[in-house]
């Protein structure tokens, strides 16, 4: 279970060996390889960008712009096993394209950012109960108003680690930065997070 | 060993959870041994286990839609070094065009000069004291020296609905500005008017 949570990616070696097999057939140009890839990936696309973006529509159609992106950079992966944090790097790069995009609209529409800030997460009435929509709702406030607290390279790594689910190796691939550093953020931010009382009791199901 | 009454600290216990090789032995001998330790330790790996679970829960994955093209892609790069060489090269046209119709142009039809001016008086504001102020029989000496006639502001439009003589007009507005000293203050009653 620790270990799982400490490095969940070389928890599974199977599976990161599989996706560098993958890879290293969709950059020879196998197409089936490249869809089991997508398969393997969209969920885990689409929540990163999902976090981001804040809106389902976008959300899938930036999902479906990282998946089109990577097919046509395919010959530059020069490292196959590097494949995961290759995707993310590309969505995140789309992720702040289409945020330097609203910024722009924003300015034009001078529309209140502060009103999207409070803006609640969708929720589906027809498939959860009243009760899980509450608690979902609230995981969102407690986690935004925790990751508008920390500072900016606390925040990014804390949201590629826990709700993107990268692992440190991954993340310093990411983000071209030393597994060393990216520890020192995470760690304060997660010492931040023990005392962030309501968030934790939420966690736990003690709400 | 970074240790607190004997326990680790919950900095080094936050690194047993996420990065456990960065422990030392002897930290990791403690962690074995210790009850306590090893209590707040899971405590945090649930805490973070839960945290994950609850975000992978909170996003409903929708049904994939991307379907790989048919024909190869190619994505357009944009290469800001082309797009920096471009922007330069359009500006520096843009400050030639301006040079030369600086210097080449159309010049713009020039009125003689001739020193007269009416502002320099010293009761126009401090915005207008470039020059030293000089009375106006200076200038009025200037032009009839030069043998330049005084500029007519109206144009022929404005002669003529003025009835070509505009002098009044002139005065009144003169008088406005600069209220001739007196007891009945005629250039305030002007300016009312």
């Known amino acids: ?9 070389e928890a599974h070696e199977h599976t990161v060996e599989w996706t560098a097999a993958l890879a290293q057939k969709a950059v020879q140009g196998d197409r089936a ?3 089991k890839l997508v398969d393997l990936f969209w969920p885990d696309i689409y929540r990163m960008v999902y976090f981001r973006a804040k809106n389902p529509m976008d959300a899938e159609d930036l999902a479906q712009e990282v998946f089109l992106r990577a ?69 969102w406030r407690e986690i935004k108003s925790f990751t508008r607290e920390l500072p900016e390279k606390e925040r990014e790594v804390f949201c590629l680690r826990f709700l993107d689910q990268l692992s440190i190796k991954e993340i310093a691939q990411l983000l071209d930065r030393a597994e060393g550093s990216i520890k020192s953020h995470l760690f304060r931010a997660v010492a931040k997070l023990r005392r962030r009382n309501r968030l934790l009791k939420l966690v736990r199901g003690e709400l | 060993m970074n240790t607190h009454e004997n326990h680790l600290y919950e900095e080094r216990l936050i690194a047993a959870v996420l990065a456990e090789e960065d422990l030392s032995q002897e930290e990791l001998e403690h962690l074995a041994l210790c009850p306590s330790c090893q209590a707040l330790r899971d405590n945090i790996a649930s805490d973070l286990a839960g945290l994950e679970e609850m975000g992978r829960q909170a996003v409903r994955v929708p049904p994939r839609r991307f379907q790989i093209p048919k024909e190869p892609l190619i994505i357009r790069q944009h290469r800001p070094g082309l797009l920096a060489l471009a922007g330069s090269l359009a500006l520096a046209a843009v400050a030639l065009i301006a040079v030369w119709l600086g210097v080449w142009g159309p010049q713009p039809a020039t009125i003689p000069t001739t020193g007269f001016s009416p502002l320099s008086s010293p009761a126009v504001g401090p915005g207008y004291m470039a020059m030293p102020p000089r009375p106006l029989y200076d200038d009025q000496d200037t032009l009839a020296g030069l043998g330049v006639q005084e500029v007519d502001t109206f144009s022929p439009f404005q002669q003529f609905v003025l009835g070509g003589d505009h002098t009044a007009v002139n005065e009144d507005f003169l008088d406005f500005i600069i209220p001739e000293p007196g007891p009945r203050g005629r250039g305030m009653q002007g300016g009312a008017a």
């Open chain 1, 1 to 9: 279970m620790q270990n799982q949570i400490a490095n969940p990616v």
């Open chain 1, 33 to 35: 390889a490249f869809d």
């Open chain 1, 71 to 139: 097919y046509a950079s395919l010959e530059r992966l020069r490292q196959p096993e590097r494949f995961r944090s290759w995707l993310f790097s590309i969505a995140l790069n789309l992720v702040r394209d289409f945020h330097r995009r609203g910024r722009g609209l924003r300015l034009i529409k001078s529309h209140d950012a502060s009103k999207e800030a409070h803006q609640p997460e969708p929720v589906d009435q027809n498939s959860e109960s009243a009760l899980e929509g509450v608690l979902r709702h609230e995981f």
